[in-house]
């Protein structure tokens, strides 16, 4: 097993760009997570999802979108970069729900000029 | 919502000292607790986690952490750290019936040889 993957490992993006991070989870998971780290400030939750089809806000939604065709795949899409989503972003995924372990991937370091 | 405060963020400490982190968190109903850590360029992965029974949790290298109700705390211990224990560690609290966990700011820790 891969477990949780993510692409690219490193962006630079300048204002106003858009792209979208991949995850991948070859475990059936069916709860994903995406979440933004920033230096001193732990984690915050941007989007869930529980299932293929379904999709939620976490903490700190504004400016991304996300998207759950399959079990497998959970990408999340920046539209119009700013420099405040310079950041680490994680994605996670569960069997179940939040009282489950969560396996992570390695991260993509995100930078916007 | 609920919310988890970590302190000292920055704990340096010698091989052999023993270490002790506090969480402490937000939320009067019944709550699932973690503590997740990475390792210096490795994935942040489950160290340990509480749900309910023995209000001591062992976790893997050693750690442990005792949650105390009362003081809405779930504070990690271990005896006697090792250099390879540098790492950040993230306490993480979940309230049961939720999909989300909420994550403190983390403590990054340094063990000197």
């Known amino acids: 097993n891969a477990g949780v993957t993510q692409t690219p490992k490193f962006r630079i993006l300048k204002i106003g760009q858009s792209m979208t991070l991949q995850c991948a989870q070859d475990?059936?998971?069916?709860?994903m997570y995406w979440y933004r780290q920033d230096p001193g400030m732990g984690l915050k939750l941007i989007y869930y999802?529980?299932?293929?089809?379904?999709?939620d806000k976490g903490e700190v939604p504004n400016g991304y979108n996300v998207s759950r065709s399959t079990t497998e795949d959970f990408p999340l899409r920046l539209e119009l970069a700013a420099p405040s989503q310079t950041s680490v972003y994680f994605c996670?995924?569960?069997?179940?729900?939040?009282?489950?372990?969560?396996?992570f991937g390695p991260g993509t370091r995100l930078t916007v000029l | 919502a609920q919310s988890v405060s970590q302190h000292n963020h920055h704990v340096i400490l010698s091989e052999a000292a023993s270490l002790e982190l506090g969480c402490n968190y937000s939320?009067?109903?019944?709550?699932?607790l973690f503590w997740y850590v990475q390792y210096p360029g490795q994935h942040l992965q489950l160290l340990l986690k509480?749900?309910?029974?023995?209000?001591l949790v062992k976790g893997i290298k050693g750690f442990e952490a005792e949650f105390i109700k009362s003081k809405f705390s779930f504070n990690l211990r271990k005896p006697s750290v090792q250099w390879s224990d540098t790492a950040e560690y993230f306490c993480?609290?979940?309230?049961?019936?939720?999909?989300?966990?909420?994550f403190g700011k983390g403590n990054q820790v340094v063990v000197i040889p």
């Open positions: 939320y009067g109903g019944t709550v699932n």
């Open positions: 509480y749900f309910s029974g023995d209000p």
């Open positions: 999802s529980v299932g293929a089809g379904i999709t």
């Open positions: 993480a609290v979940n309230a049961a019936g939720n999909n989300r966990l909420a």
């Open positions: 475990m059936n998971h069916n709860y």
């Open positions: 996670a995924s569960s069997i179940r729900d939040g009282t489950d372990t969560q396996y």
